[in-house]
């Protein structure tokens, strides 16, 4: 098993940023691919950012490219997506999880999500 749980979010004004950081524990954290999902009230849930393990190489979601960051600390079990340049509709729920490879988004674990709410 692995634990995860974020913080960060808040209500923030257009334009503006946040950091969410997502804490791991449990079973091994440093081998998975570690990613962000959000989920806007009546829309389906979409992929945000994902970070290998190790290289840091990483991929993002049309919304999210040019304006979020992830990153990961292994030593520290830390996950982080730096949003800039937020737009109202970024408001959303927005989850941490532990994908079952690189390739594909499947999710092995999930967060309990935090809500960002950006305000125009």
């Known amino acids: 098993q692995v634990q995860l749980a974020e913080s960060g979010g808040g209500l923030v004004q257009a334009g503006g940023s946040l950091r969410l950081s997502c804490s791991a524990s449990?079973?091994?954290?440093?081998?998975?691919?570690m990613g962000w999902f959000r989920q806007a009230p009546g829309r389906e849930r979409e992929f945000v950012a994902a970070i290998i393990w190790r290289g840091g190489r990483t991929r993002y979601g049309d919304s999210a490219k040019g304006r979020f960051t992830i990153s990961r600390d292994n030593a520290k079990n830390m996950v982080y997506l730096q949003m800039n340049s937020l737009k109202p509709e970024d408001t959303a729920v927005y989850s941490c999880a532990a994908l079952r490879s690189w390739l594909v988004n499947e999710v092995d674990y999930w967060g309990q999500g935090t809500q960002v709410t950006v305000s125009s």
């Open positions: 449990g079973r091994t954290f440093s081998g998975y691919t």
